[in-house]
């Protein structure tokens, strides 16, 4: 792809696990470590990174010379995004054939400038959006978010053999939402439950790329547009992000070589 | 709908916010109170109840005499869902038209038993399910499933706008993940945010039918297959649940004789 070296699809199976906040948090992480990151919001019909990364309502992309959309910058950061399209409350009511057609659209006419890696923060399911990812361009691996619990494990699970299928390697799972530490007393409570991150990896073979906590500020930090990783650089969730982001660079440059080929057919 | 009074759609925009084990919950409390209640999962890429009603994996829907299949049944209601046709792990790698096709024959080819209320469990997002369940069955109205935070409220708005458009009633809204209370000191800490349900019931005109907290005993219980309702009928949750059972059904009666008209056309 035009101005683009590696791209890496951030997915889970299941929604509300946090894919889009790891999405943004590691894509922050890897441009703090000199990599020129992109993020293109593959979620049509609830798209998140404008909110994430603070750019203001109504600012809509610029055309480039050629046919082309410029993306937006935020953080240091190049995205593209439907809700830099539409006005926000707007639902999408689209069947899968729309929504193809919009999704090929910001990939193949976003002007990306000269990336090390574009993160695809990938809607939920395994359908429309992700069928026509694995057969329009080449990804170089997906990283798969979980929370640790049962019910997000079984979708978690869709989602690597959904990879596996279409020869898309995974470069590791991350588990979200891990522990809960109270602000008062310190205590530790498993409220989306615990091991499910080391569980689904051994079970694939694969790696636990980081597990991030059940903590109001990572939440909070996401929602008002300034991520953990640009807000507190320095601290525990940004650290987190930063190994995890050497992790997935790591990998995919393992992986280069044998790259990945795209032989799914419907 | 042949054997079914009033179809209710629980649906929430985003993923993640608990919608299918508010289905669940909600469908053993309008059975507790005397009603005959079926659950329709309608997340074809990421069923739920199958696992959320206790149902054993590769337990199978039975034929019926007239080209129909019977509902499994669970804590004394009728369940379909995906999760009984195939296999666990399997991702279902479908485009819209399929996903379509697999809804439309669960929704026309259940031989429901003379239901009060068929509650459907909506995926997320405002795609092809959506539009096909409300152009081809009359809805009574949706229940809107939100936790507080900015990011799901801005979902939750679409699945609404959507709802409006395609003239389905909005019969409330459930809070869900409202406050965390740590089991050790009581501490109570807004994870997911606070006020969010009000503020969207306000804005669009309409109900909060509960609130329910954050609670490890929710997500295990309905994890493990046996939910809150069943397990704890007299605790908290249960009678939140009732409560909610009670302002659906009262809804649902305030809102017949105007019957939901289906006047969508894409």
Redesign the interface.
Known sequence: MDGVKHIIAVAS?????GK?TVTVNLALALAAQGYRVGVLDADI??P?QA??LGVKEGTRPQAASNDKFLPLQAHGIQAMSMAFMVN??????????M?VGAFQQMLTQTQWDNLDFLLIDM??????I??TLAQKVPVAGAVIVTTP???AL??A???I??FR??NVPVLGVVENMSL?H????G?E?????TGGGDNIAQEYDTQVLGRLP???SI??L??SGRPSVVSEPDGAVSQTFATIAQKVAEAVSANQGDGPTIS?S?
């Open positions: 199976g299941k929604g509300g696990v889009s019909y609830g998140s909110q994430m926000t409350r707007e639902p999408m009511v689209w069947r899968g054939p929504v809607p939920p399911g395994t359908g429309d992700q069928l619990q049962d019910i079984l979708d699970r869709k989602g053999e959904m299928k279409v809960y109270c602000e008062k007393c205590h409570a498993a409220i989306f439950g059940l903590t109001l939440r909070e996401t929602d799914f419907e």
